[in-house]
């Protein structure tokens, strides 16, 4: 069986020794247990939140989350201080799966009387309003931290060259997670009947955990030569060096242009998607509640996974590749224009469906390499600063913008009607959105340009 998994994996990732592509096989069972948790967990995390505290505060949400992830990566950032990556992926599924079980015993009994409860006292309705907003909070958490500390415990592990065709396999098999756990696990208690998301959250729960016995499964089996990354250095002083530093990446960021480009292609496309996204879960909570909902999302969660591994396995990534960096650069916001005109003018589920998955997909699968690549001709500082920087906190700060626009829906709503007031909503989103999209536009052709020269000559950007 392993000899024919390799035979099939050589025509997407390369050849593998066996020893080598057992451990990415180790590897990418648990990333795919860590993706299915987290993109059921995500479903599950607006359903509930709505459900608990109104669809139209998760702009609010989605703003306190942000703030709230500034102190938390510090302490974070404390904790990996003191303790190895692959002990912190020890306390972290601890913390997390046993918080995860508390949460199901509150929604058993909250949700399973949500109506009764929302009429209760004012003391009761602002409880239940904290318990959503903390388990949206729980929820982003979770993606920013775990998922992080995985990678960091894998490029800990790997030397460079296994890990050119090793990490490209783990991340195929992590899609197939991110597609059987959603619909199979969070549409659970939909299909059962069950008035509560718990059943799914228990289960996620116990998913968590079990990453504690996947990892020390993994370092007795993979043999020791295979974690010459990991194996023999002082780990004190080689976090310190590797640790991204927040003021410093900010400093390089804001001193190249090169850097302010790669922070605007992420930026632009994370404050428009947000905007599709929000309406996205506002159509589908006017159609769904409660689990129907979480059931609805889950769909959603698997089918952008479905179609981002169909995207990986049958090569769009080749367009960097064949056409060169610019062209893939470039084709994100023409793609992203052609999906806001499509925004901007049909208003139905199915529509924002689609688009949120196509949008999602073609983002893991074509924009994101190709912005890896822009960091090849930079120094170690850039990478290890600056891209920590922009992919945190830019990441984050872009989603608080998209936030913060979607804030104006329901003030023109309460002013102007329903209908109106979205119309003056959609009407400000395309004021808003289409001179960003230009704007991308140029940087996408500027940055593939420098790139291109970089490489050409044989020199750093920055």
Excluded at 335 to 344: E, R
Aim: proline content about 4%.
């Amino acid at each position: 069986m392993i000899s024919f998994l390799q035979w099939i994996a050589k025509f997407n990732f390369g050849n593998f020794d066996r020893e080598e592509f057992k451990k990415f096989l180790r590897m990418g069972v648990m990333f795919a247990l860590i993706i299915g948790v987290y993109w059921t967990l995500r479903p599950l995390k607006d359903a509930v939140f709505i459900q608990l505290a109104g669809k139209l505060q998760l702009p609010y949400a989605k703003t306190i989350s942000v703030l709230a992830l500034l102190p938390l990566v510090m302490f974070y950032t404390k904790l990996l201080e003191k303790h190895s990556r692959e002990r912190m992926l020890v306390i972290l599924p601890s913390f997390y799966g046993i918080v995860t079980v508390i949460f199901g015993v509150l929604l058993l009994f909250i949700q399973s009387d949500i109506d009764a409860l929302q009429q209760g006292s004012m003391g009761t309705r602002i409880f239940i309003k904290g318990v959503g907003y903390l388990w949206y909070l729980f929820v982003e958490s979770f993606g920013s931290l775990v998922v992080a500390l995985f990678w960091a415990f894998a490029t800990d592990t790997t030397n460079p060259e296994h890990a050119k065709r090793g990490f490209p396999l783990v991340v195929a098999i992590g899609q197939i997670g991110g597609i059987l756990f959603p619909f199979s696990i969070g549409g659970l208690p939909h299909r059962l009947g069950l008035k509560t998301d718990s059943l799914s959250i228990f289960c996620l729960g116990g998913l968590t955990l079990l990453i504690i016995p996947m990892l020390f499964y993994f370092l007795k089996k993979t043999p020791h030569e295979l974690l010459d990354s990991f194996e023999g250095k002082n780990e004190q002083e080689e976090e310190k060096k590797q640790e991204p530093g927040f003021t410093e990446g900010l400093r390089l960021l804001l001193k190249h242009k090169y850097l302010l480009g790669i922070f605007a292609a992420n930026f632009i496309y994370e404050v428009v998607v947000t905007i599709f996204d929000y309406n996205f879960k506002l159509a589908a909570s006017d159609q769904f509640r409660g689990v129907a909902l979480t059931n609805y999302l889950s769909i959603y969660g698997s089918c952008v996974n479905i179609v981002s591994l169909s995207c990986l396995l049958l090569g769009i990534s080749n367009i960097t590749r064949f056409l060169g960096i610019s062209v893939a650069l470039a084709l994100m916001p023409i793609i992203v224009t052609g999906a806001l005109i499509g925004f901007l003018t049909i208003d139905t589920l199915s529509f924002f469906f689609a688009l949120m998955v196509g949008s999602k997909a073609i983002n893991y699968a074509l924009n994101g390499p190709a912005l890896k690549q822009l960091y090849i001709p930079t120094t170690p500082d850039v990478k290890f600063k600056a891209q920590a920087w922009i992919e945190t906190f830019g990441s984050r700060s872009s989603k608080q913008a998209g936030s913060t626009f979607n804030m104006i829906l329901a003030p023109l709503q309460t002013s102007f009607g329903k209908i109106v007031g979205r119309s003056y909503y959609i009407t400000l989103s395309a004021i808003f959105t289409i001179p960003l999209l230009a704007l991308w536009l140029v940087t996408a052709l500027f940055l593939g340009k420098t790139f291109r020269t970089a490489v050409k000559d044989n020199k750093v950007v920055c």
